[in-house]
């Protein structure tokens, strides 16, 4: 009786779905089935899951951390992300590979859920709301099978910047301060929001930050804790892939320098990325003072879709470990953006940017199941290249609009006109 119930409330449920959003609902499960099913019946064929069982049993037993496993790549995971994924160790890799797998499409589904409905423009309607989960779910698939971590840090990105526009500090500071324990430059998110928005949030996220450190300790043996912060540390300040061949390379911005305008030196990069970051973050700060509403203290609507582009785009691009599976961070504003240009008035110029951007990612991800050609297109910088025509259809609107809010301040004796 109870079975049948919920089979009707479920049939209930579908029919009064538009067709577009069956059809959202209908691809995401059919992904979600069969990336379960592979993690069960081939647990260990293209996947990178054995590196965070593998770290999760040594952190249980007390072991290092970062001492190369054969066959497996380097561990890059903080030990406060360690210790949160420690249940892992405790459970055969094919249950553990599908928990993994879910446990990454959950936090994003769910956050997608929430970004969309709280959080994007309200005039959106559901069937365009479906359209933005069908443009991501490409660019996300690949992660999801091969189980990558990527898509529970774009959950808990779009989670805290969800949170952050309700004002809830807390919560959006402990996305970021999880997100930075799993891959360090998701603080460049953290720290554009502390530019734009009130102190209270820069405050929370230092005292997140410091408890992640914090609770490590509590997870494990405070003296193995504090030799592995230190292994850490030392791992990620020397490791590079400079030295190897080109289509080891990361997949940044210095790939596709190399590629098509020759060599550039580590610290001409080093500079290139600090003059990018500073760059975005004065554009954020200008946006920030032409756009708050001084009564209330509360960043305009669209403030934090600039935020989250724009520190994606250099997360990416610009940033210190960026593999082609790193790119799904920009699915989410790509979406938006492909979405918001169809529905508002938008430059030709905008939308070929944007779609090219989605295209090149989109013909990467098809390239995955041909090894071959997939590291071939990849060496060529077609990530970089993504990336970065993305950023600038992000930014270049915004400069026009501040150029016009400049040249309204100087014709008008107050401001707004």
Not at 96 to 104: A, S, V
Not at 140 to 152: I, Y
Not at 354 to 364: E, K, P, Q, T, V
């Amino acid at each position: 009786m109870r079975l049948n119930s919920i089979v009707s409330e479920l049939l209930a449920w579908w029919r009064n779905l538009g067709r577009w959003q069956q059809l959202a609902a209908a691809a995401w499960g059919v992904v979600l089935v069969v990336v379960s099913v592979r993690a069960v019946v081939s647990p260990d064929r293209h996947t990178v899951y054995p590196i965070f069982s593998t770290a999760a049993r040594n952190w249980l037993a007390g072991g290092d951390l970062y001492v190369p496993q054969p066959g497996l790549d380097d561990y890059r995971y903080s030990p406060a992300a360690t210790g949160l994924m420690s249940p892992l160790g405790w459970l055969p890799d094919r249950l553990g590979g599908m928990w993994w797998r879910l446990l990454n499409a959950g936090v994003l589904l769910g956050a997608l859920f929430w970004w969309t409905r709280d959080f994007l423009l309200p005039s959106l309607t559901a069937n365009q709301r479906a359209a933005l989960f069908l443009l991501i779910l490409p660019l996300t698939v690949g992660n999801l099978n091969n189980a990558q971590s990527n898509p529970l840090l774009v959950g808990l990105l779009l989670g805290a910047v969800t949170a952050a526009s309700r004002r809830w500090w807390t919560l959006a500071a402990g996305g970021i301060a999880v997100a930075t324990g799993l891959k360090v430059y998701p603080i460049a998110l953290g720290l554009l929001l502390a530019l734009v928005l009130p102190r209270r949030f820069a405050v929370a996220l230092v005292i997140a930050l410091l408890g992640a450190i914090g609770l490590s300790f509590l997870l494990q043996e405070p003296g193995y804790v504090a030799r592995q912060w230190d292994e850490w540390f030392r791992h990620v300040c020397v490791e590079d892939r400079q030295s190897r061949p080109l289509e080891s390379w990361y997949r940044d911005f210095r790939l596709l320098w190399m590629v098509w305008l020759g060599p550039i030196g580590p610290q001409s990069y080093r500079l290139t990325q600090m003059t990018v970051a500073a760059s975005l973050a004065v554009i954020c700060w200008a946006a920030r003072r032409s756009r708050f509403q001084t009564q209330r203290d509360i960043p305009a609507e669209r403030m934090p879709i600039l935020v989250l582009g724009m520190s994606c785009c250099w997360m990416t691009v610009f940033g210190p470990a960026t593999e082609t599976s790193t790119y799904m961070l920009l699915a989410p504003s790509l979406a938006w953006a492909l979405v918001e240009a169809w529905l508002e008035w938008c430059s030709l110029w905008r939308r070929g940017l944007l779609i090219a951007s989605y295209g090149i990612l989109l013909l990467g991800v098809i390239l995955a199941w041909f090894p071959g050609m997939s590291r071939s297109f990849q060496t060529l910088g077609a990530s970089p290249l993504a990336g970065l025509l993305l950023l600038v259809a992000v930014v270049w609107p915004e400069l026009s609009r501040l150029r016009a809010t400049g040249r309204r301040q100087l014709t008008c004796p107050v401001y707004p006109c």
